[in-house]
Antibody, heavy 117, light 110 residues
Framework: EVQLVESGGGLVQPGESLRLSCAAS????????MNWVRQAPGKGLEWLSY????????YYADSLEGRFTISRDNAKNSLYLQMSRLRAEDTAIYFC??????????WGQGTLVTVSS | QSALTQPASVSGSPGQSITISCTGT?????????VSWYQQHPGKTPKLMIY???KRPSGVSNRFSGSRSGNTASLTISGLQAEDEAHYYC??????????FGGGTKVTVL
């Protein structure tokens, strides 16, 4: 069974940094591209970032303005999102999502990030 | 403002068919076959319902179908059931190497 389990969310102050992790199991992690998607409370889905299976290619939403960095460790079956200079508008549930040619076929349960003073 | 445009809400009676539109541009929906649709029930994670414009993942009811005409993709739900009441989101890969989402459509079963 495919499982994606996010962790690392929590309450942070504006301007601080946070690193999210996603532990993958039940499939050959190194064979898939991965994405991060977020959903602000009561809002729609927002794509954030993509990383290829070998980490050779990464893409980001323009709205992030270079503040987030996606990475992965295939030896640990893990995906990461390093977030810096956090703002109140970054408050959302962050989902780790498996990618198959730009269709997002398996989603984690998400981890909540709250940015507030 | 979302990159892809969806109606905010669509409703129908049980047994009816409804169609949700998703309008983009010639740089995303109109060019690439990477159009997907997701269903999200309240408090749940999104579920892939349609991918590559028209394909259905294993386990998804054949009451759900996808199509495209020009820069607009559509999701049709036939034989509407109470369990279909949810939010639906479209997505498309774009020439800017990004994935675009629609703003979401709330489907109400009357």
């Amino acid at each position: 069974e495919v499982q994606l389990v996010e962790s690392g969310g929590g309450l942070v102050q504006p301007g601080e940094s946070l690193r999210l992790s996603c532990a993958a199991s039940g499939f050959t992690f190194r064979g898939y591209s991965m994405n991060w998607v977020r959903q602000a409370p009561g809002k729609g889905l927002e794509w954030l970032s993509y990383i290829s299976s070998t980490s050779s290619t990464t893409y980001y939403a323009d709205s992030l303005e270079g503040r987030f960095t996606i990475s992965r460790d295939n030896a640990k079956n893990s995906l990461y999102l390093q977030m810096s200079r956090l703002r109140a508008e970054d408050t959302a549930i962050y989902f780790c999502v498996r990618d198959t040619f730009w269709s997002l076929d398996f989603w984690g349960q998400g981890t909540l990030v709250t940015v507030s003073s | 403002q979302s990159a892809l445009t969806q109606p905010a809400s669509v409703s129908g009676s049980p047994g009816q068919s409804i169609t949700i539109s998703c309008t983009g541009t010639s740089s995303d929906i109109g060019y690439f076959n990477y159009v997907s649709w997701y269903q999200q029930h309240p408090g749940k994670t999104p579920k892939l319902m349609i991918y590559d414009v028209i394909k259905r993942p294993s386990g998804v009811s054949n009451r759900f179908s996808g199509s495209r005409s020009g820069n607009t993709a559509s999701l049709t739900i036939s034989g509407l059931q109470a369990e279909d009441e949810a939010h639906y989101y479209c997505s498309s890969y774009a020439s800017t190497n990004t994935l675009l989402f629609g703003g979401g459509t709330k489907v109400t079963v009357l």
